[in-house]
């Protein structure tokens, strides 16, 4: 997406809908000239930045709507650019009849993630600063909005560039040895050189390994809830999040489809998907939902694998635990097993031969015994409790792949230097590094990346 900084744009950068308020954006040089024209109460020229100023917004003769103006003079605002605020009151046919006038008058409609797009331009946010605004748009519990909040005041921008500073500096020498070739010297302390790839991979390594936890607390954490048909699945579901979300039925094979719902705990969202009973069924769709049930299972964070206390002997249940971890094997899953329906009488009798299983909770759904232990043991599985989240954790699949790719040029550095390779094989090398930090911070060449980052904006931001 190519932008034109000499232009001036609007748009609504509150969400569509009847509400209190609505604020309109407008950004660029012409900003405050533009809402002038429109505007009655101060002449908007004259006055200061970041001050709000009561008056009305008119067609003519015609009154829109009493608003309020905010003005921001640049380099002071979001943008970096001239920028005006409108507030008006949260009425759709007074907002776009706002925008319209604002366009006739000398706007242009703003395109998705421009205004971010010209902070990251003018210089306000770097790469990585501007897509963590997006993340805090999204984020839905405090870890996500914490780690989000830690990346756009550059905590994770400023890991970056130190590292590819350093590592600049030595390619500076190397660059500079290629050009006394015939000299045949050295510029870059190889041992230095060295110490220094091994710090950056160090720091990358880490970097890509907190991924899979970033990645989860951004999305949420799957949860899948299996089992055979009729052992409590969905009544788990329902009392989880303390309403009826899914149908509960005597009849084995109601759930055939995946349904998803989302609870915080603790400050950390968990995607809870109830799943068909898993069984041989000659029913051609609750087969589909039993296949899709097996994916989401491969596909968890953790596995809730529900059974009737009733209806399994030791042997029985020693068998299915097997099967399970040897599906899950190679995957990320971890297995908790939920033993339900406890809250029957005769549950007393057979109590004791649970004892022997390990990751074993034992709950009544239906009468909501001992869900808390459960969520505690949730928890305790997912084992959030070491991590800091003003650390840097990666939550950008983006960010991964160029960190991997960093990571495998420093490698190639690595045994280079061990091979005593020359100096332009290592530059080489040392460059794809560079490229790769610097993709994610926007210090390099990113006109094509920036149309894919800031396209998946929404349009007032």
Same mark, same amino acid.
Not at 127 to 139: G, K, N, Q, T
Not at 157 to 171: H, N, T, V, Y
Not at 302 to 323: C, P, Q, R, T, W
């Given at each position: 997406?190519?932008?034109?900084?000499?232009?001036?744009?609007?748009?609504?950068?509150?969400?569509?809908?009847?509400?209190?308020?609505?604020?309109?954006?407008?950004?660029?040089?012409?900003?405050?000239?533009?809402?002038?024209?429109?505007?009655?109460?101060?002449?908007?020229?004259?006055?200061?930045?970041?001050?709000?100023?009561?008056?009305?917004?008119?067609?003519?003769?015609?009154?829109?709507?009493?608003?309020?103006?905010?003005?921001?003079?640049?380099?002071?605002?979001?943008?970096?650019?001239?920028?005006?605020?409108?507030?008006?009151?949260?009425?759709?046919?007074?907002?776009?009849? /706002?925008?319209?006038?604002?366009?006739? !008058?000398? +706007?242009? *409609?703003?395109?998705? @993630?421009?205004? #971010?797009?010209?902070?990251? =331009?003018?210089?306000?946010?770097?790469?990585?600063?501007?897509?963590?605004?997006?993340?805090?748009?999204?984020?839905?519990?405090?870890?996500?909005?914490?780690?989000?909040?830690?990346?756009?005041?550059?905590?994770?921008?400023?890991?970056?560039?130190?590292?590819?500073?350093?590592?600049?500096?030595?390619?500076?020498?190397?660059?500079?040895?290629?050009?006394?070739?015939?000299?045949?010297?050295?510029?870059?302390?190889?041992?230095?050189?060295?110490?220094?790839?091994?710090?950056?991979?160090?720091?990358?390594?880490?970097?890509?390994?907190?991924?899979?936890?970033?990645?989860? /607390?951004?999305?949420?954490?799957?949860? !899948?809830? +299996?089992? *055979?048909?009729?052992? @409590?699945?969905? #009544?788990?579901?329902?009392? =989880?999040?303390?309403?009826?979300?899914?149908?509960?039925?005597?009849?084995?094979?109601?759930?055939?489809?995946?349904?998803?719902?989302?609870?915080?705990?603790?400050?950390?969202?968990?995607?809870?998907?109830?799943?068909?009973?898993?069984?041989?069924?000659?029913?051609?769709?609750?087969?589909?939902?039993?296949?899709?049930?097996?994916?989401?299972?491969?596909?968890?964070?953790?596995?809730?694998?529900?059974?009737?206390?009733?209806?399994?002997?030791?042997?029985?249940?020693?068998?299915?635990?097997?099967?399970?971890?040897?599906?899950?094997?190679?995957?990320?899953?971890?297995?908790?097993?939920?033993?339900?329906?406890?809250?029957?009488?005769?549950?007393?009798?057979?109590?004791?031969?649970?004892?022997?299983?390990?990751?074993?909770?034992?709950?009544?759904?239906?009468?909501?015994?001992?869900?808390?232990?459960?969520?505690?043991?949730?928890?305790?599985?997912?084992?959030?409790?070491?991590?800091?989240?003003?650390?840097?954790?990666?939550?950008?699949?983006?960010?991964?792949?160029?960190?991997?790719?960093?990571?495998?040029?420093?490698?190639?550095?690595?045994?280079?230097?061990?091979?005593?390779?020359?100096?332009?094989?290592?530059?080489?090398?040392?460059?794809?590094?560079?490229?790769?930090?610097?993709?994610?911070?926007?210090?390099?060449?990113?006109?094509?990346?920036?149309?894919?980052?800031?396209?998946?904006?929404?349009?007032?931001?």
């Amino acid at each position: 997406m190519s932008i034109q900084l000499d232009s001036t744009i609007c748009a609504l950068a509150t969400p569509p809908g009847i509400g209190a308020i609505g604020v309109i954006r407008l950004s660029g040089t012409d900003a405050i000239t533009i809402c002038n024209k429109v505007f009655k109460g101060r002449d908007l020229a004259t006055v200061s930045g970041n001050t709000i100023h009561f008056g009305s917004i008119r067609d003519g003769e015609r009154v829109l709507d009493e608003v309020l103006v905010s003005v921001f003079k640049a380099p002071h605002s979001y943008t970096g650019e001239n920028s005006v605020e409108i507030s008006t009151h949260g009425s759709n046919y007074i907002q776009q009849q /706002i925008i319209q006038l604002l366009i006739r !008058v000398g +706007a242009k *409609a703003a395109g998705p @993630g421009e205004y #971010t797009q010209r902070a990251f =331009l003018n210089g306000k946010l770097d790469l990585a600063e501007a897509e963590a605004v997006a993340d805090i748009i999204a984020s839905n519990s405090e870890a996500a909005h914490g780690i989000a909040i830690q990346q756009m005041r550059g905590g994770f921008s400023d890991d970056i560039k130190s590292l590819r500073q350093e590592l600049l500096d030595f390619a500076s020498l190397i660059e500079l040895e290629l050009d006394f070739g015939e000299e045949d010297v050295e510029f870059a302390d190889r041992t230095q050189l060295t110490n220094l790839v091994d710090k950056v991979l160090v720091t990358t390594s880490n970097l890509i390994i907190s991924f899979d936890k970033g990645n989860v /607390i951004k999305n949420g954490i799957p949860v !899948v809830i +299996a089992g *055979a048909p009729n052992t @409590g699945k969905s #009544t788990l579901l329902n009392a =989880l999040l303390n309403e009826d979300r899914a149908i509960v039925s005597e009849i084995a094979g109601t759930t055939r489809d995946t349904i998803e719902e989302e609870l915080v705990i603790d400050g950390v969202a968990f995607r809870f998907i109830d799943t068909a009973g898993i069984r041989h069924t000659d029913d051609t769709i609750e087969a589909i939902g039993v296949k899709k049930a097996l994916e989401k299972v491969k596909s968890s964070a953790v596995v809730l694998y529900m059974f009737d206390v009733h209806e399994h002997s030791v042997g029985d249940l020693k068998n299915i635990m097997a099967k399970l971890l040897e599906d899950v094997q190679g995957t990320k899953a971890k297995v908790v097993w939920v033993g339900n329906k406890i809250d029957h009488e005769d549950f007393k009798a057979i109590a004791h031969e649970f004892e022997q299983f390990h990751n074993l909770v034992l709950v009544s759904a239906r009468e909501k015994q001992n869900l808390d232990t459960l969520i505690d043991k949730l928890v305790a599985e997912i084992n959030l409790d070491n991590t800091n989240l003003n650390q840097t954790i990666v939550t950008n699949t983006r960010h991964f792949e160029a960190l991997s790719e960093a990571n495998t040029a420093l490698q190639k550095v690595k045994e280079g230097l061990e091979l005593g390779i020359s100096g332009d094989l290592l530059a080489m090398d040392i460059r794809q590094a560079l490229n790769s930090l610097g993709s994610i911070t926007g210090d390099v060449d990113v006109e094509e990346l920036l149309g894919n980052i800031f396209g998946r904006f929404c349009i007032g931001k």
